[in-house]
């Protein structure tokens, strides 16, 4: 589960944002640190999770498996 959480990129950086998003919710807040002033965002899982992104996640498993 740790590896989960510990995401590097190359060269040992670390993402500037990660997301955990349930896909039950409607919506979702995206808190952005790397700027100032600070943004809170309130999304809409609608907005993200469009039909591409369920074939995409679909796909992957179906690798795995």
């Known amino acids: ?16 944002i990660q997301l955990c998003i349930f896909p039950h919710l409607r919506e ?3 808190v952005d640190l790397r700027e100032d002033p600070k943004r809170v965002l309130l999304m ?10 369920y074939k995409s996640v679909e796909a992957e498993f179906s690798e795995v498996l």
């Open 1 to 16: 589960m740790d590896e989960l959480f510990n995401s590097q990129l190359p060269e040992g950086q670390r993402p500037d």
């Open 44 to 53: 809409n899982t609608g907005d993200v999770f469009v039909e591409e992104f």
């Open 28 to 30: 979702f807040l995206v």
